[in-house]
């Protein structure tokens, strides 16, 4: 029983190879919506892993400890008018609320920062906008990197100081090979001079058009900048050696309770950030963009069974006598069908294996084209093998069952 289970199978697997060498145009357009399909999936989980993996990797080299103290932190939309009014009137973060968790045992470092959208220019050579961090010397302990050349800023500087930070990249389009230490450069209509390299983590994650660009002294980008308060203005925080991140951002809720004076009951009047809780938005993120991109390579993957059923009732017309005769012979109706499933999940099959190639291709391509190591899951080579080869048995069904089910004598007078 076995060994004719198996002789069935590799007729049916023969009788698809030798289909599609001899029908190369038509075997290949059938199959051409499950390439595109299983490619898609492929691609999508390579960037979906990638931009996964990145920022993991950011997250990693700033420093898993940081969480910041934000005025609001929600799914809202930004348009101030849509927020809750108990979250409208909360006050602004300030100094005075960083200087309650600095007091606070129990936190190593808490600053004020805000986040700017400025281009940088020197002698008519500007970048396009970039993020400018307004922070202090305690930068690089929570976003992490080097600093290649120069310094960061002294306590006279933190106070105002005209001077900046530029980032590795900046400086390579601003000044190619001209020695950007102590220059001036400007950023927005400020004029700001050079007293340090920085290069960020390679590894970190960064969309389009916000590459980080440089750091200013918190005061000066204070005193020189507008800024949304509510959406770019916030505190960074790292809790001290020995305590955990719940146990800092405990501390942290307690400290600004007593500097707000909230009594109990009170709601809070700022919410607190985690790097677990932007990872978990990522992954959010990325999960509905990876659902609906399946969904729209379930497209093809639909085109290409519907292609997969045309050419196995084309195969089943031409090949009536033969069914008749081995149904003459002894053929049992399973046998039949099982021979014509076998032969529609072979072409199938063939088109996810060139599918896969192809997306892991593409998934070389999108490494390269975005700069990170990324690799495509096993998963979804798997998940791709599996679903071509769905494809050929549920829509190889109908044409194998009318095959099977062929009257011998009918099947043996077909012209």
Do not use: C
């Amino acid at each position: 029983m076995l060994t004719r289970f198996l002789q069935n199978a590799g007729e049916g697997v023969s009788i698809a190879v030798d289909s599609l060498r001899s029908n190369k145009l038509r075997s290949g357009l059938t199959i051409l919506g499950v390439v595109i399909g299983v490619t898609t999936v492929m691609a999508i989980a390579s960037l979906v892993q990638g931009i996964r993996t990145q920022i993991f990797n950011a997250i990693s080299a700033a420093g898993p400890t940081s969480f910041y103290v934000v005025r609001f932190f929600s799914q809202t939309p930004l348009n101030p008018d849509r927020l809750p009014y108990e979250v409208r009137i909360r006050p602004v973060l300030d100094e005075p609320d960083a200087e309650a968790m600095r007091r606070a045992q129990g936190i190593g470092y808490a600053g004020m920062w805000v986040q700017l959208f400025q281009r940088i220019e020197y002698q008519g050579i500007r970048t396009q906008t970039v993020t400018v961090f307004g922070a202090d010397d305690h930068y690089m302990d929570i976003q992490g990197g080097t600093l290649l050349r120069g310094r960061f800023f002294n306590r006279a500087e933190l106070n105002g100081g005209s001077v900046t930070v530029l980032e590795e990249e900046t400086v390579d389009r601003l000044f190619g090979r001209t020695d950007p230490m102590d220059r001036l450069v400007r950023i927005g209509d400020v004029s700001l001079r050079v007293i340090g390299i920085y290069q960020r983590p390679d590894n970190l994650f960064e969309p389009p058009g916000q590459q980080i660009g440089a750091i200013v002294p918190f005061e000066t980008a204070r005193r020189n900048y507008r800024y949304d308060e509510t959406n770019n203005l916030f505190i960074a925080a790292k809790p001290s050696a020995g305590v955990s991140v719940p146990e800092a951002q405990d501390i942290t809720t307690s400290a600004l309770r007593r500097a707000r004076r909230l009594r109990p009951g009170m709601p809070n009047t700022f919410d607190l950030i985690t790097q677990d809780q932007i990872l978990d938005i990522v992954s959010k993120f990325t999960n509905y963009f990876f659902v609906a991109m399946i969904s729209l390579s379930s497209v093809a993957l639909l085109v290409g069974g519907i292609g997969v059923m045309a050419i196995m009732m084309v195969s089943v017309t031409d090949r009536t006598r033969e069914i008749g005769l081995r149904k003459a012979v002894g053929a049992t109706r399973g046998e039949v069908l099982w021979q014509f499933l076998v032969e529609a999940a072979t072409l199938t099959l063939i088109g996810g294996l060139l599918g896969i190639v192809v997306g892991i291709l593409s998934g070389q391509a999108l490494e390269l084209v975005f700069g990170w190591d990324s690799e495509v899951p096993v998963w979804s080579a798997v998940v791709a093998t599996l679903v071509s080869v769905g494809i050929g048995l549920v829509f190889g069904l109908y044409p194998a069952n009318r095959a099977a089910r062929m009257d011998p004598v009918e099947a043996l007078r077909h012209e």
